[in-house]
Structure formats: structure tokens, C-alpha cells
């Protein structure tokens, strides 16, 4: 009966602990200006070389993007999807009639 009594202790206490914690981050959160953050930000926009290396991320993803365009252009992938669907749906449908006539057939026998 000690023990849970003082399991039950170290539980409440586990929990104002975190409440507090939660209250002091709050409360830091809530006193940050907001010009605070717009420097932070503008800080790093201005960085010539991060400027730079997003823009060669950029056309690199541009390119790469232009090459799967030409190797699978979008309206050949829109007309074969559908057609695609209903043949495996026609399979699904053929293996599973196929199944239930066995089954059919082997309670008969």
C-alpha cells in the first residue's frame, strides 16, 4: 500500500514538473518579438553562398524533372492508368470466380 502510494507521488510530481516546464516555455515563446524572427530569417536569405546553392539545387531538380517529363510524358501515364485498373479488377474478379468453383465443385463431390 506504501509503494503505491508513493508510486502515485512520483507520478503527480512527474506531472507539475512538466506542466512547469511547459509554462516556462510558453512564457519564453510568448515574449519573443516577432522582429526577433524576421532578422533571424532575413539573416539567413542574405547568405550569398545559401543563395547560390539553392538555385543549383533548383535547376538541378528542374532537370531532372524534364528528363522523366520526356521519358513518361503525363498523358500517356493518365490514358493507360484506367485501362491498367480494370484489367487487373477483370483478373481479380476471373481468379476469384475461378476459386469459388472449386470450392463449389469440391463440396459436390
Known amino acids: 500500500m506504501i509503494a503505491l502510494a508513493v508510486l502515485f507521488i512520483v507520478i503527480i510530481g512527474l506531472l507539475l514538473l512538466v506542466v512547469r516546464l511547459l ?6 515563446y510568448s515574449s519573443l518579438d516577432e522582429s526577433n524572427w524576421a532578422n533571424a530569417n532575413h539573416k539567413e536569405n542574405v547568405n ?24 513518361f510524358p503525363a498523358e500517356q501515364t493518365q490514358n493507360e492508368a484506367p485501362e491498367m485498373l480494370t484489367y487487373a479488377f477483370k483478373q481479380v474478379l476471373r481468379t476469384s470466380l475461378k476459386l469459388l468453383k472449386q470450392i463449389e465443385y469440391g463440396n459436390r463431390l
Open 23 to 28: 509554462q516556462l516555455f510558453f512564457k519564453t
Open 48 to 71: 550569398p553562398r545559401s543563395v547560390e546553392i539553392n538555385q543549383e539545387i533548383n535547376t538541378f531538380i528542374n532537370k531532372r524533372l524534364t528528363e522523366m517529363e520526356q521519358k
